[in-house]
């Protein structure tokens, strides 16, 4: 299942906010509202999937489904969405969310939130296809900056259809936004150097994956073999030695 936690603000939908498309107005007004009774049913469904009753928020979100239409359906589908992502029901939430992304009718906000949650259902449920055209349009057209998680999903994306230089583009991104460097990022980035066989940029994410985890061997040897491939024995020799000291 995929971390997708929804905010009963969101899943609301009841303010302004900034706009999804470069195209679009960023500060663009949001004026429609929920009716009284839809708006009850959202909440409690809402208060549901915080306590876990996820089972609850669908069947009274799919009851609603068919007496709503525009913005309160999009706003229905969204939050039903989330119902099955809590029960792994990814394929139905596909769905849903994609019919609420058709009908463009929720304020920009939770509009760009939907369209990357349904560019990660996509890309986990093998369409990565898909999910790499939608991912690529948020990235590109969100009025806010993505976060870090984005970036490396379109990363991951890109290296399993062996596009590893736009991946290593992602993943420098991603790496940009942290505070810390993630190892598995780092794991991630290398493996692309190593695929598009720059030995000196391999070397330096080893480097670095040595300050992260210096406990850990393989990094050390790894780090040796690189040096050995660009013909520095010296340096290769002097890492292993550093390794016996470790």
């Given at each position: 299942?995929?971390?997708?936690?929804p905010?009963?603000?969101?899943l609301?939908?009841?303010?302004?906010?900034?706009a999804?498309?470069?195209?679009?107005d960023c500060?663009?007004?949001?004026?429609q509202?929920?009716s009284?009774?839809?708006?009850?049913?959202?909440?409690?469904?809402?208060?549901?999937?915080?306590?876990?009753k996820?089972s609850?928020a669908?069947?009274?979100?799919?009851?609603?489904?068919?007496?709503?239409?525009?913005y309160?359906?999009?706003?229905?589908?969204?939050?039903?969405?989330?119902?099955?992502?809590?029960?792994?029901?990814?394929?139905?939430?596909?769905?849903?969310?994609r019919?609420?992304?058709?009908?463009?009718?929720?304020?920009?906000?939770?509009?760009?939130?939907?369209?990357y949650?349904t560019?990660?259902?996509?890309?986990?449920?093998?369409?990565?296809?898909?999910?790499?055209?939608?991912?690529?349009?948020?990235?590109?057209?969100?009025c806010?900056?993505?976060?870090?998680?984005?970036?490396?999903?379109l990363?991951v994306?890109?290296?399993?259809?062996?596009?590893?230089?736009?991946?290593?583009?992602?993943?420098?991104?991603?790496?940009?936004?942290?505070?810390?460097p993630?190892e598995?990022?780092l794991?991630?980035?290398?493996?692309?150097?190593?695929?598009?066989?720059?030995?000196p940029?391999?070397?330096?994410?080893?480097?670095?994956?040595?300050?992260?985890?210096?406990?850990?061997?393989?990094?050390?040897n790894?780090l040796?073999?690189?040096?050995?491939?660009l013909?520095?024995?010296?340096?290769?020799?002097?890492v292993?030695?550093?390794?016996?000291?470790?």
């Amino acid at each position: 299942m995929i971390n997708i936690r929804p905010t009963l603000s969101l899943l609301l939908c009841l303010a302004a906010a900034p706009a999804l498309a470069q195209s679009v107005d960023c500060d663009r007004p949001h004026n429609q509202s929920l009716s009284e009774a839809t708006f009850r049913v959202v909440e409690r469904a809402s208060q549901e999937l915080g306590d876990d009753k996820a089972s609850q928020a669908e069947t009274r979100l799919e009851a609603l489904l068919g007496r709503v239409r525009g913005y309160e359906r999009a706003v229905v589908l969204q939050t039903l969405g989330y119902a099955y992502i809590s029960q792994n029901k990814d394929a139905a939430a596909l769905r849903v969310f994609r019919e609420a992304l058709e009908l463009d009718a929720l304020p920009v906000q939770p509009q760009q939130q939907l369209l990357y949650n349904t560019a990660q259902l996509l890309i986990s449920g093998g369409d990565s296809a898909a999910g790499v055209a939608l991912l690529e349009r948020y990235l590109r057209e969100a009025c806010e900056a993505p976060p870090a998680e984005a970036h490396m999903l379109l990363a991951v994306a890109y290296t399993e259809q062996r596009n590893y230089r736009p991946a290593l583009t992602q993943v420098d991104l991603a790496l940009g936004k942290l505070r810390e460097p993630r190892e598995s990022w780092l794991q991630l980035k290398m493996g692309l150097h190593y695929e598009l066989r720059e030995w000196p940029r391999v070397a330096e994410v080893l480097v670095r994956l040595i300050n992260l985890a210096p406990s850990k061997p393989d990094y050390w040897n790894q780090l040796s073999g690189v040096f050995f491939e660009l013909r520095r024995q010296q340096e290769a020799l002097a890492v292993l030695a550093l390794l016996q000291l470790v």
